[in-house]
């Protein structure tokens, strides 16, 4: 395929997939590790991402009308936790002239989400309140389709349409024949009262039933609702009344007791992973196979950050409430960070807003506060800058840097949360290890999943063949019994 068509690509995404095993393992999985299909998907989303100048894609190339009427936005998460890509289609309306621009805007939110969170999938949802036989535009629809089947590989999770007029049944009768098996499977027809099956009131509209008060409105574009400053000693609300003055002071002395242990390592270490080794020299109860799920490291320009994904917490019943955040300051300057929340009202951090010197680590302790149970829409945003050295690191100077910082030069990188619900739970708390340990990670029970699929499907392809022939053995055993039974008549009519 490179060499006949190296010119209809974009170097570019020639390069990242050299480079990028998720992306080529997403392509995989998408076509059910079928090595001639998954190369077809690679050259057809090639060729349409360099016709859609897709990484050449901003806010400054597309019409800012685009971005104002609010017809395309992300915002929010499923039930699963994964974000939600909305379609209010009473905002769209058929103009040939428009709709390449269109086009360019659903593969630059795309691509603006697969940049941001590293590809993770989207549920779609459909808005088509207050919709009719003017609002319906099937090249569009067509486009949209194509770019989850065809262009964004394993980038789909559920396609939810709420409250489909009737008179549109023979419109999505044609979408569905552009579908295949999988993605026909993922439709989700919902209305008022069944659509938080999937979607909980919080991230829902009130004409959906929901609770969510979000308006649409541009600029800026809409992001996670990330909240700050984030307090670190939690909200002051009725809810921590009976959180005792000692119950904290004993939180803050665990918490300065750990911290004073793993500074004294920390001098002597430069990166996450030499930690590792000191803790499982200390404590023999850390598993090595463990400890490398552990320490999932996400390596950017500024700050290493560990674990690189996910922050393990437990449920009521495991009461696991603690996780740690290591961020390892990579650079030859002092680094500024600060962490933001979806879900502020939830958790302490310590610290949320501070400084790391050149070459050395800091824990940051996130944990639950009050009553409170961590959910898989909860979400934290870790950012970063860097400081002349002239800088000073208080809190006032903190503050000022952050009001005078482009936001060109700031290093950005979100984690989800992750609940445990076993009663015996695979990870370790705060209190055991400084990390949290996951057993398995949905990539790896999605992959299991897949092989399990393909080992069904093959299955059921030979017990098929199995039937044909036995079929076939059926026909022909009848067909030698009919020739027989003729041949033994016509004998017999011959002697009389």
């Given at each position: 395929y490179f060499l006949d068509k190296s010119d209809k690509y974009d170097s570019r995404d020639v390069e990242r997939l050299q480079q990028d095993d998720k992306w080529v393992e997403n392509y995989l999985i998408w076509r059910h590790d079928v090595v001639d299909d998954t190369l077809k998907m690679i050259d057809e989303s090639f060729q349409w991402r360099k016709e859609y100048t897709v990484n050449d894609l901003s806010e400054s190339v597309l019409p800012k009308w685009l971005f104002e009427i609010g017809a395309l936005f992300l915002h929010g998460y499923d039930k699963e936790g994964y974000k939600l890509f909305w379609f209010k289609v009473k905002h769209h309306t058929r103009d040939p002239k428009q709709q390449l621009d269109k086009k360019k805007l659903v593969a630059f939110w795309l691509e603006h989400y697969a940049k941001?969170?590293?590809?993770?999938?989207?549920?779609?949802?459909?808005?088509?309140?207050?919709?009719?036989?003017?609002?319906?535009?099937?090249?569009?629809?067509?486009?949209?389709?194509?770019?989850?089947?065809?262009?964004?590989?394993?980038?789909?999770?559920?396609?939810?349409?709420?409250?489909?007029?009737?008179?549109?049944?023979?419109?999505?009768?044609?979408?569905?024949?552009?579908?295949?098996?999988?993605?026909?499977?993922?439709?989700k027809f919902t209305n008022k009262s069944d659509v938080q099956e999937y979607i909980s009131?919080?991230?829902?509209?009130?004409?959906?039933?929901?609770?969510d008060s979000f308006k649409y409105s541009y600029p800026p574009l809409v992001d996670d609702d990330f909240q700050t400053p984030l307090c670190e000693n939690g909200p002051i609300t009725s809810e921590?009344?009976?959180?005792?003055?000692?119950?904290?002071?004993?939180?803050?002395?665990?918490?300065?007791?750990?911290?004073?242990?793993?500074?004294?390592?920390?001098?002597?270490?430069?990166?996450?992973?030499?930690?590792?080794?000191?803790?499982?020299?200390?404590?023999?109860?850390?598993?090595?196979?463990?400890?490398?799920?552990?320490?999932?490291?996400?390596?950017?320009?500024?700050?290493?950050?560990?674990?690189?994904?996910?922050?393990?917490?437990?449920?009521?019943?495991?009461?696991?409430k603690k996780c740690l955040i290591v961020l390892t300051n990579v650079t030859k300057n002092v680094v500024a960070f600060k962490v933001r929340t979806t879900a502020p009202e939830k958790y302490r951090v310590k610290p949320s807003n501070s400084s790391?010197?050149?070459?050395?680590?800091?824990?940051?302790?996130?944990?639950?506060?009050?009553g409170?149970?961590?959910?898989?829409?909860?979400?934290?945003?870790i950012m970063a800058a860097e400081m002349d050295q002239s800088s000073g690191a208080g809190v006032p100077e903190l503050t000022q840097f952050w009001k005078e910082v482009p936001r060109t030069k700031v290093m950005?990188?979100?984690?989800?949360?992750?609940?445990i619900e076993s009663s015996k739970p695979s990870s370790l708390t705060l209190k055991d290890?400084?990390?949290?340990?996951?057993?398995?990670?949905?990539?790896?029970?999605?992959?299991?999943?897949t092989h399990l699929l393909q080992i069904n499907r093959r299955l059921e392809e030979q017990m098929n063949r199995c039937l044909w022939f036995q079929q076939l053995s059926v026909v022909l055993s009848l067909l030698s019994v009919t020739v027989a039974a003729f041949c033994f008549y016509l004998a017999y009519a011959q002697r009389s």
């Open positions: 941001r969170d590293h590809g993770k999938p989207l549920t779609v949802v459909f808005d088509m309140a207050e919709t009719g036989i003017s609002h319906i535009d099937l090249d569009f629809v067509r486009f949209i389709v194509n770019c989850f089947t065809d262009y964004y590989p394993n980038f789909l999770t559920k396609i939810v349409i709420f409250e489909m007029p009737w008179i549109m049944n023979a419109a999505f009768k044609i979408v569905k024949g552009w579908l295949g098996p999988d993605a026909i499977s993922m439709l009131g919080e991230y829902l509209p009130p004409h959906m039933g929901g609770t921590d009344e009976h959180e005792s003055k000692e119950e904290i002071d004993a939180d803050n002395k665990e918490a300065g007791e750990l911290n004073e242990a793993q500074n004294l390592n920390q001098k002597k270490m430069n990166s996450v992973e030499q930690i590792s080794k000191s803790e499982e020299t200390d404590k023999t109860e850390v598993k090595p196979k463990n400890a490398k799920k552990a320490l999932t490291t996400f390596k950017g320009p500024l700050l290493h950050i560990s674990p690189a994904e996910e922050l393990y917490f437990g449920s009521k019943e495991t009461g696991e790391c010197e050149p070459g050395t680590s800091l824990d940051i302790i996130v944990s639950l506060h009050g409170f149970a961590a959910s898989l829409q909860d979400r934290f945003l950005e990188h979100r984690l989800r949360c992750h609940v290890n400084a990390f949290n340990i996951p057993a398995k990670t949905n990539e790896d029970l999605h992959i299991q999943l």
